[in-house]
């Protein structure tokens, strides 16, 4: 039986917001329905529905970062049953069968997952993203909220929380080099990157805040950093040439690449998770002298989100967050890409019930 919702929803690029009806396909035996009571804003968002990232399939409802309570389950669903905390991030479904998947690596599957919103659906719809009451979602891509975590501030872990988490995994901030910890710097201090500072922080890492000012410095330190450096003061990367183990690049916009790599220790790394649209220019010299490394990531898979879920969970890291009803989502949108927000901006979905369908 198809599921009827009231969702946030746009019909072109340059319209606002209206609260419209969208139709959720027919649960499958696999399928379970989320009952959503928080859904993030995330940057990523607001490129899609810009066009900043190619031409969006309007009329579109968008949102990834989602948390809430099941509803209802198939009947061959085995994991989950009604009244659990959820979670659903940024992928809704995938082969299952590739290499990547077989692995965890769904983010990367082989045949190209399935995302929250604004992709091809098992059932040849365009998938509707978390603005919504309502979600409809194959067990596999749900993840566990734990009890620690209220629904506003888990909402946006689903994607800035596991976006800052799996690199710093990877290449291992919570490894100590020689006795000591290693030195991460993050650059930006933003809905990426005070999910990182936090992350690191708790791994055991010696954290660093990268800026263009000292502006934020007294929050760096409330997060878990031990210090803001400017990078707009006179001699800045003359000055900490070789400093860091792992710098993790939360900023999407240019930035002089060479010079950040020559900020790293030798055999360190750049993990990249902040998305420019412009090309960025490197000399292969910045990473053939020391070594050193020039990483993408994209997310993860769905059991590091369950782990990383379960890591905030035990070391009290959350979103720090503020609440808007659905009247107010393209004034904060503009906060967003003004820089207004500190740090992410969450939907309460309860306001849907007295909002008028445009």
């Given at each position: ?18 609260v ?19 859904a ?12 900043e ?36 991030g ?43 009451q ?37 290449w291992?901030?919570?490894d ?69 183990d ?14 950040y790599?020559g ?48 890591f ?17 989502a ?10 207004e ?8 979905t ?9």
């Amino acid at each position: 039986m198809t599921i009827t919702v009231k969702a946030l929803q746009k019909t072109g690029p340059d319209q606002p917001f209206q609260v419209a009806t969208i139709e959720r396909r027919d649960p499958r035996p696999t399928d379970v329905v989320i009952d959503i009571k928080a859904a993030g804003i995330c940057h990523s968002d607001i490129h899609t529905i810009r066009n900043e990232w190619g031409e969006a399939n309007f009329p579109l409802t968008v949102g990834h970062e989602i948390a809430g309570v099941v509803e209802a389950v198939g009947s061959d669903v085995t994991d989950w049953k009604v009244g659990d905390r959820v979670g659903v991030g940024c992928m809704v479904d995938s082969c299952g069968t590739c290499e990547e998947c077989r692995a965890g690596q769904e983010q990367n599957c082989l045949e190209g997952n399935v995302g929250t919103y604004n992709a091809t659906d098992v059932d040849g719809t365009i998938t509707q993203g978390g603005y919504a009451q309502k979600v409809v979602v194959d067990e596999r891509f749900v993840c566990r909220i734990p009890e620690g975590l209220d629904f506003d501030v888990a909402a946006p872990l689903l994607c800035a929380g596991i976006t800052t988490y799996a690199p710093l995994a990877r290449w291992g901030a919570a490894d100590s080099k020689d006795g000591a910890p290693k030195k991460v710097a993050v650059l930006g201090l933003g809905g990426l990157g005070h999910m990182g500072v936090q992350i690191a922080a708790a791994m055991g890492a010696d954290v660093t805040v990268l800026s263009r000012t000292r502006k934020k410095e007294q929050l760096a330190i409330e997060l878990g950093a031990q210090q803001t450096l400017a990078t707009s003061e006179d001699g800045f990367f003359a000055d900490h040439r070789g400093e860091f183990d792992i710098i993790l690049n939360t900023i999407s916009a240019d930035i002089p690449v060479d010079k950040y790599l020559g900020l790293l220790k030798p055999r360190g790394v750049v993990a990249v998770v902040g998305l420019p649209p412009q090309k960025q220019p490197l000399s292969f010299g910045s990473i053939i002298g020391g070594g050193k490394v020039l990483a993408g990531s994209n997310i993860g898979g769905i059991a590091q989100t369950q782990e990383m879920l379960d890591f905030c969970a035990e070391h009290g890291i959350a979103a720090q967050i503020e609440t808007i009803g659905v009247d107010e989502a393209d004034a904060a949108y503009e906060r967003v890409v003004a820089g207004e927000v500190f740090f992410r901006v969450v939907i309460d979905t309860a306001t849907f019930e007295d909002a008028e369908v445009a």
